[in-house]
Each structure stands twice: as structure tokens, then as C-alpha cells.
């Protein structure tokens, strides 16, 4: 590759991972579980303070699923993302909030802020969540139990 | 164009993409009424659920003046964009907050969640909004009657 | 510089200047003093209305410091920026946060929205900040007072 490519190459994978990120945040959201699962390697872990490590597909697509009675709003911003070769590391800030989850009654509400940290790997298909480390700034009470 | 101008241009016009949204977001607040309409075509069209939509520029000025009551605070985040040639297709998360219209007193609250589903046009002068439907998580109430 | 070289620079220079921002946010927040100061250069300026401007790293120091206790969450979004060769322009909106800061107990309130103008400038060790400007919306109260 050229200089120029391998920019081209680092520019492309930032905005990829981008998109992917925020793929995940709208498929939990909208309950589009197989896309949301669809975000993460086979071994995917998701680590959340104070539970067990939720590691593969299965796993993730019950995780997913107990928590659709939340009705979570997920944003992020600030990424700062480092490629090395086929992985990256991310660490974003993220806003939680929660709506209504039968979508009956109009509701918006404020949950907390906190930060995610993430392994990503390059597949075949694009990039891919590894290992996502979330830490909220608010003790978030009442989660379903999903394990 | 050889591969790497293709590329190049995709990445450019995601980046002119979100400078327009922001820009969107910056002249609504600040009552910045000409430079708000023109980040949208002539036939421009706001979708808001239980509204009619409003279409082209004169429509999209009165809604815009008449809404300054309120006192918007946009931000958007987690866009994802797909362009095809001359045209593209934005989803992104929005948070609507508002503040004192009036400046006088100094306030910032909580209104509601959302997403944008944009329609976008490339123009001789950039890109520009053709279609934007927003959904927003809490219900509306009390905004002003702009049609 | 070819036509290539040019637009590839200007990509550049936007991602480092977004990853700049969220270093910021994120060190402030995270109380990495050293590392938030180094996002300045040696004659930043931080200014906020109703403050004396503070200017250089030694009373930007002081400053993040004493605001310490506030417990802080920065988040910026809809990032407008300008490359000028060496110097650069940014007008991003901010969702400013707080936390216990002692992080004995989980907290996450939201404090305030609003808007910063900042002007930047190319250093050997990259981007930093010659100057931000932070008008908030809501009127902060009870902020220590650093100067």
C-alpha cells in the first residue's frame, strides 16, 4: 500500500466504526435483536460492573431480549478509536436514556451518562465488537436479571 | 474516477453531511432563519407525526419563526449515512432540549429523544435536506400551530 | 501537494480535531489533569462569560483543578470546523453533566446545554487549543471560584 492508502485505509475504518456503533445503539433501541446481535463476533463479550461477563451470541440475544422491558435510548459521542492493523480499541461517551417500551405512551426520560470501552476485530463482513466494557456514572437499579 | 477519488469523495461528502446537520441544529437555535432554510432544497419537506408535512421554503420559514417561541436546543449524534451518487439517506439519534427563548434567563432542560430519517439531494452549492421525518419518543404537546 | 494530498489532509485534520475534543471531554471528566492541560497550547485561553479569561497552563491548571469537586460530565456533539492551514475554527455543542465526584455514590444529573467557539492551531505534537469560548444556556451557579 502507499502512504495515501494507508490513510485512505484509517480514515475509512474511523468511519466505519462509526456507523457500526451507532448500528448498535438503533437495533437495541428498535428491538432489532438479530441486527444488534449481528454487531458482534461469535465471542463477543459485553461487561457490565457487578454481573458476569455475557460472552457469545446466545448469550447476548437473551441479554438483548430481558432488557427490551427497559426501553433504553442509547447515544454516543466522543469517540476516540485506535486501529491497529485488523483491531481496534474505542472508547466513547455514552448518554442513557429510557422510553416508554410498549411505545403506547410518548415518554423521554434521562437514565445517565457514563463510558463504553470496546475491543473491535475486522471481519470479513466489517468490524465487529470484541469486548464492550460499559461504565455508568448512576447506579442503574432494577435491571432485569438476565443471566 | 480511479478508486481512491471514489473513496475520497465518500468520505468527503459523510463529513459535508454532518457539518449540514450541524448547521441544521445551530441555525434553528440561534434564530438564524435564512441560513436554517438553506440548508434545505426549494422543495425541501418536514414530516412531523400528526402534523401535515411542510413543504418548500416559504412553508419551512413560518414554521421555523413560528416555533422560535419554544426555544429548541437541537443535538444529533450517531449518524449513519448511505450516499448513492447524488443522493443520500441519513438516520441519526436526535435529543431535543430548550431553553429560555427569550435569553433573558438563563435556562437548559430536558425535552425529548428521537430520530431523524433524512432524505438528502447533492446541489450546486453542497448538500441539502430533500426530506426530513422526525419521530420523537415523548409526545409533543403545546407546540405551536405553524400550518 | 497534489489535489489528493489535500482533500486526504483535510479529512485528517477534522478526525484529529474531533479526537482532540473528545480527549478533552474525557480527561477533564476523568480528572487526567496533566493530559488536559496538554490539549491546550502554552497560551490557551479558556473563557466563559462573568469570569476573567484564564490563559495559560498554569491557570488552566489551577482552573480544572479547582473544579474538581463539580463532578463534571462534557459532552460535545454537531461539530462545525474550519481548517486554515495552520489554524482552525470549531463551533461544537456541548451537554455538560454531573456526577458525585467522589464516585463513592453513583449520580448522573443534567446540568446544562450550550455551545463552544474555539479557535486552534497546529502544533509539532498536533492540534490544541489556542482559545475556547463556553456560553452555556443555563446560568451555572455555586461554580468554585479558581482565578
Known amino acids: 500500500m502507499s502512504d495515501e492508502q494507508r490513510v485512505l ?9 462509526l456507523e457500526l456503533t451507532a448500528r448498535y445503539n438503533r437495533t ?3 428491538g432489532a435483536f438479530d441486527d444488534w446481535v449481528a454487531t458482534w463476533t ?21 441479554m438483548v431480549r430481558a432488557m427490551a422491558s427497559v426501553g433504553f435510548v442509547h447515544l454516543t459521542m466522543n469517540h476516540e478509536i485506535v486501529v491497529d492493523r485488523d483491531a481496534a ?4 461517551a455514552a448518554l442513557l436514556g429510557t422510553r416508554d417500551p410498549s411505545r403506547a ?3 423521554s426520560r434521562w437514565l445517565t451518562t ?21 461504565v455508568p456514572d448512576a447506579t442503574l437499579r432494577a435491571l432485569p436479571k438476565w443471566w
Open 9 to 17: 485505509r484509517t480514515l475509512l475504518d474511523r468511519d466505519e466504526i
Open 28 to 30: 437495541w433501541d428498535d
Open 42 to 62: 461469535d465471542t463477543g463479550s459485553f461487561v457490565l460492573p457487578g454481573a458476569p461477563a455475557t460472552v457469545g451470541a446466545p448469550a447476548l440475544d437473551r
Open 89 to 92: 480499541h474505542q472508547t466513547c
Open 105 to 107: 405512551e410518548g415518554t
Open 114 to 134: 457514563g463510558r463504553y470501552h470496546d475491543q473491535l476485530q475486522r471481519t470479513g463482513s466489517g468490524w465487529r465488537f470484541q469486548e464492550r466494557r460499559f
